[in-house]
């Protein structure tokens, strides 16, 4: 990260410092395990990366549950914190559409219930056998169930 990356950042942690440590556990969970089962290819914009943001959405919010005790303020700081990952990235616009869309996908799917991760994970495999391939902004802003993405 520059110094403008870790100042947004450190800007964040500063509303809710609280939620730095679930992040950040969720965010380390969420590699290891696609680490696990995709190795390289969850770093591509296929469905693996598709995977990997809804289910490192899904376990920000879980976390961060357990101390807001709010399905919607866990989900809006994950929508917050993820989208300021997407603001900070390179990404082009289409990859940068399909990360946000996904990572809505999870908030979306989080209940507020504890789930055991590796129904979490069964889950969001079973998601990815019919995610939509896009190749358009639109086509994403069109598709609301389903996870997206671009290449195979």
């Not at 609280?18 to 190795?39: V, W």
């Not at 086509?139 to 389903?146: A, L, M, R, V």
Request: glycine share 2%; charged share 30%; aromatic share 10%.
């Amino acid at each position: 990260m520059n110094f403008k990356e870790l100042l947004a950042v450190s800007k964040v942690f500063i509303i809710k410092p609280r939620y730095i440590l679930p992040t950040y556990r969720a965010t380390i969970e969420t590699i290891r395990i696609c680490d696990d089962l995709y190795k390289k290819e969850h770093h591509k914009n296929g469905k693996e990366n598709a995977f990997r943001h809804a289910l490192w959405n899904y376990l920000i919010c879980q976390k961060c549950f357990k101390i807001s005790r709010s399905v919607e303020a866990a989900r809006v700081w994950s929508d917050h914190f993820t989208g300021l990952h997407e603001k900070l990235s390179p990404n082009k616009k289409l990859a940068k559409a399909m990360d946000l869309h996904n990572n809505r996908f999870g908030q979306a799917l989080f209940k507020g219930n504890d789930v055991p991760t590796e129904e979490i994970i069964l889950l969001f495999q079973e998601k990815m056998k019919v995610a939509i391939k896009v190749s358009k902004v639109e086509e994403i802003e069109k598709t609301k169930d389903k996870l997206v993405y671009i290449e195979d």
